[in-house]
């Protein structure tokens, strides 16, 4: 018996925990009355999942956070999951033309003067070549924003437009970014409801790479990764020396753990080298299970988190099949401009596989130059 059978026998067809989004406005609703400060937030450099980068990520149905919910079923080792997990990854494909991932990225934010928070989702898909002469690209599409209490949003008349403090992921979408990406760093941003249009733009400063601040690959240097689970996280942990300094052993636990997220998630790593990243992450001290969990998609799994101070980062993973759903950064507590249980960022995985395709790029490109390479300022990051 392989992993993917010993967690399959154990998974039990118990009914799934209420979503996160269902408790959050819930909770939502109870606490308007005691709105937060209304503070600049702003994620340090290269922490959280997107702490620097969160997905977030993940499903606005993933885990209810800090109420007393209905047990949701057998919680599952976390260790047996990811092992199962890493079983999966390692028979899949190898290599293709790009490493594809298609999702929807989410995040909540409080719009200036308001009680309640806004939910914005972007359609997202990224390109990563497995050539080191291509660009990697993203193409992106606003699904809107609304908000997560209707009810305090009809309180406040319905509005269709907002204001927001821009920082650098809202409303832009990504974490860290101080150049173009990242609109009206501390600045009142006027925001509306309504979807947006396609379009592309590079993911990656450079031909071969992918990714930006403590993030970014290149295709050789994922070839070269060990696949090992404990060299790799030496390797890493070496990778990320820049941002190291003050860190505790669980900060950097915690680092390792969203930077294999993103490993996983869109990074044109080969197939022993995802298998290899589970693992670590299995090894990791501080991961937990959660339990059985359904996500805005309807895709029921495995929860397993690892925290740092006030934040939780979350991935869901199907136990049947050992693949990675979701994932999500909860605030575990409140804080400025933030509620305990809010959802700062999350990721809903809808597609991510090798595939011979070619990206067919929308018309409309963004961030870059009149000769059509990356903009360098767009690619400035926090500790970059």
């Known amino acids: 018996m392989n992993d993917l059978d010993a967690v399959r026998a154990l998974y039990p067809e118990d009914p799934p925990a209420p979503s996160a989004h269902t408790v959050a406005a819930a909770r939502l609703r109870m606490t308007a009355a005691a709105p937060p400060p209304r503070r600049r937030w702003r994620l ?85 070549p497995s050539s080191p002469k291509e660009y990697s690209w993203g193409i992106e599409r606003l699904l809107g924003i609304k908000p997560v209490d209707e009810a305090a949003w009809k309180r ?15 409303p832009a979408g990504r974490a860290g970014c101080i150049g173009p990406l990242g609109e009206g760093m501390n600045r009142s941003l006027t925001v509306t409801a309504s979807p947006g249009e396609r379009y592309a733009l590079p993911w990656g400063a450079q031909p071969g790479w992918s990714g930006y601040a403590g993030h970014s690959y290149s295709v050789a240097q994922l070839a070269a990764m060990p696949v090992d689970p404990g060299a790799l996280k030496v390797r890493l942990l070496k990778d990320m020396k820049r941002f190291g300094d003050g860190m505790t052993a669980r900060d950097l ?18 197939s022993a080298l995802r298998a290899a990243v589970y693992r670590m992450l299995a090894a ?42 979701s994932t999500e950064e909860v605030a575990l507590y409140p804080g400025i401009e933030r509620r305990k249980g809010q959802l700062l960022r999350y990721e809903l995985i809808q597609e991510a596989r090798w595939t011979a395709r070619r990206p067919a790029l929308p018309a409309e490109r963004r961030n870059l130059t009149k000769d059509g390479v990356p903009v360098k300022e767009a690619c400035k990051r926090y500790g970059s």
């Open 44 to 128: 340090k450099a290269g922490l959280g999942l997107v702490a620097a980068a969160t997905a977030g990520a993940a499903a606005l149905t993933l885990l209810p956070s800090g109420g007393t919910p209905k047990p949701p079923g057998t919680v599952l080792s976390p260790q047996a999951l990811l092992l199962a997990a890493a079983t999966k990854a390692e028979k899949e494909p190898s290599k293709g033309a790009y490493w594809y991932t298609k999702r929807i990225d989410g995040m909540q934010r409080f719009p200036l003067g308001k009680d309640y928070l806004l939910d914005r989702r972007v359609e997202r898909e990224v390109w990563a």
């Open 156 to 170: 406040d008349g319905s509005p269709r437009e907002w204001k927001v403090r821009g920082d650098g992921d809202f």
């Open 253 to 270: 636990d915690a680092w390792i753990f969203d930077l294999g997220i993103r490993l996983l998630v869109d990074r044109p790593a080969p």
């Open 284 to 325: 990791l001290p501080g991961v937990a299970g959660r339990g059985r969990v359904t996500d805005a998609l309807g895709r029921t799994g495995q929860a397993i988190a690892m925290s740092r101070n006030a934040v939780e980062t979350r991935i869901v993973v199907d136990p049947a099949t050992g693949r990675l759903l």
